[in-house]
């Protein structure tokens, strides 16, 4: 009912940039939070940075100062500005959104896309 479709990662050198987008379509009423979580080998999926519909932010510790989320609204889109890339930033990127359905307005249900490499060398 829902697909998110992230892109734009890849393969950088540390001190690069990247910019991730993701972009959401279905049977959508409604998008409240929208956000980036990464996993790295080996490693639990941790929280990068989510914007609420009016643009409140909150970003993990790591990604302060350096990562930029940003929404457009009426694409239904997110976008993760990534600057001064580090080795340690290589994870899957994946998105993810809470999402209220045309069939069911009063819920919102947590939907993820499938994922995008970024890998930091140094």
């Known amino acids: 009912q829902v697909q998110l479709v992230e892109s734009g990662g890849g393969l950088v050198h540390a001190g690069g940039s990247l910019r991730l987008s993701c972009a959401a379509s279905?049977?959508?009423?409604?998008?409240?939070?929208m956000g980036w979580y990464r996993q790295a080998p080996g490693k639990q999926r941790e929280l990068v940075a989510t914007?609420?519909?009016?643009?409140?932010?909150n970003y993990a510790d790591s990604a302060k100062g350096r990562f930029t989320i940003s929404r457009d609204n009426a694409k239904n889109a997110v976008y993760l500005q990534m600057n001064s890339l580090k080795p340690e930033d290589t994870a899957v990127y994946s998105c993810?959104?809470?999402?209220?359905?045309?069939?069911?307005?009063?819920?919102?249900?947590?939907?993820w896309g499938q994922g995008t490499q970024v890998t930091v060398s140094s």
């Open positions: 993810n959104a809470l999402v209220s359905l045309l069939s069911a307005p009063m819920s919102f249900v947590p939907y």
């Open positions: 279905g049977s959508i009423r409604r998008i409240n939070a």
């Open positions: 914007c609420t519909s009016d643009g409140s932010t």
